[in-house]
């Protein structure tokens, strides 16, 4: 009589496939790990290391080239309480992020549920509404920087239709500087917040809007009780993305107005430019742009913790 030999099962054999689900992941090798080493060595060595090593100098004296520093603790950041500048450079970081996140995301819906109607002109439109975008902020900042001179051509137009009185200094004035470049910066993205309302839209089902037509919907009680709600996913990419951009504004500040006129513009990244290579305060700017990226941490996690608890209710 023949001696009977057992083979083991492996995970293809019929046999293995009769075990419990969690009997066979624990057969199955776990390598997961292995594959996330390289970009997680890539990662810390890139991105992790030199920013800790950078934020050790807020807590230092360091002039940016002496390679002599000392620790002074808190010093700098104390500092930023008692200076004027920074404490108006925070609030309107603030403003401005608040502002272009209305602002930017209010047109780019309007623009997503017109260019998601059956105008023939339709894919036209979306690639002239979203070019602006893909261009470079620097450009987008000089380019309207001349627009709005006080000889430029947005007072040109206004003087030619009649309406001379709405002429500005737009870029002169303290009280309408820093609107100006929230309006530039909206005239740029609203494009871009538009292709991913317009994303989310497309991504409905047709049945649910004939199904809430059939029910005697309006259109705008379609548009509350239907289309946003679903559109909560690409409503939290949005709100995520401008917040972001708003609160490290750099570009189109810098470009338009330098922060000007007098500090009515200010932001803490034009602040940060300026105290570390203007006046040499590497050390105290380093403090600010550690007290940039609390800011953009927490209240990017406290709105998407928000944006998703409320996306996760409608659902």
């Known amino acids: 009589m023949p001696a009977r030999t057992r083979t083991r099962p492996t995970l293809n054999s019929p046999a293995a496939a009769d075990l419990p689900p969690a009997a066979a992941a624990r057969r199955r090798p776990n390598q997961l790990w292995f594959f996330l080493l390289?970009?997680?060595?890539?990662?810390?060595?890139?991105?992790?290391?030199?920013?800790?090593?950078?934020?050790?100098?807020a807590f230092t004296d360091w002039d940016g080239l002496s390679p002599d520093r000392a620790w002074v603790g808190l010093k700098n950041f104390t500092a930023i309480l008692d200076d004027a500048d920074a404490r108006?450079?925070?609030?309107?970081?603030?403003?401005?992020?608040?502002?272009?996140?209305?602002?930017?995301?209010?047109?780019?819906?309007?623009?997503?549920?017109?260019?998601?109607?059956?105008?023939?002109?339709?894919?036209?439109?979306?690639?002239?509404?979203?070019?602006?975008?893909?261009?470079?902020?620097?450009?987008?900042?000089a380019l309207w920087k001349n627009l709005l001179a006080p000889d430029g051509a947005v007072n040109w137009a206004l003087d030619a239709v009649g309406l001379s009185g709405l002429e500005q200094d737009w870029l002169g004035d303290p009280n309408v500087a820093i609107w100006s470049v929230v309006g530039v910066v909206v005239w740029q993205f609203a494009g871009y917040s538009m292709v991913i309302f317009l994303a989310g839209l497309q991504g409905i089902p047709q049945d649910i809007y004939e199904a809430a037509e059939v029910d005697g919907a309006g259109p705008v009680r379609r548009f509350r009780h239907v289309v946003f709600p679903l559109l909560a996913p690409a409503t939290t990419i949005n709100l995520m993305l401008s917040i972001i951009g708003g609160l490290k504004l750099f570009d189109q500040v810098w470009?338009?107005?330098?922060?000007?006129?007098?500090?009515?513009?200010?932001?803490?990244?034009?602040?940060?430019?300026?105290?570390?290579?203007?006046?040499?305060?590497?050390?105290y700017s380093i403090a600010l742009a550690v007290v940039l990226t609390i800011?953009?941490?927490?209240?990017?996690?406290?709105?998407?913790?928000l944006l998703r608890r409320q996306e996760a209710a409608s659902s």
Do not use: C
Not at 115 to 131: D, E, G, M, Q, T
Not at 299 to 304: A, L, P, V
């Open 38 to 57: 390289p970009a997680l060595a890539l990662y810390t060595f890139v991105v992790l290391v030199p920013s800790g090593r950078g934020a050790l100098l």
């Open 88 to 141: 108006a450079a925070v609030g309107q970081t603030l403003l401005v992020a608040i502002a272009i996140t209305i602002v930017q995301n209010a047109i780019g819906l309007l623009l997503a549920l017109g260019v998601n109607s059956r105008i023939k002109s339709r894919n036209v439109l979306r690639v002239f509404l979203f070019a602006p975008a893909v261009m470079t902020p620097v450009v987008v900042g």
């Open 255 to 283: 470009v338009m107005t330098g922060g000007g006129p007098g500090h009515s513009s200010e932001t803490l990244s034009t602040l940060i430019y300026k105290d570390a290579f203007q006046f040499g305060e590497f050390a």
């Open 295 to 305: 800011f953009v941490a927490i209240i990017s996690s406290g709105q998407y913790w």
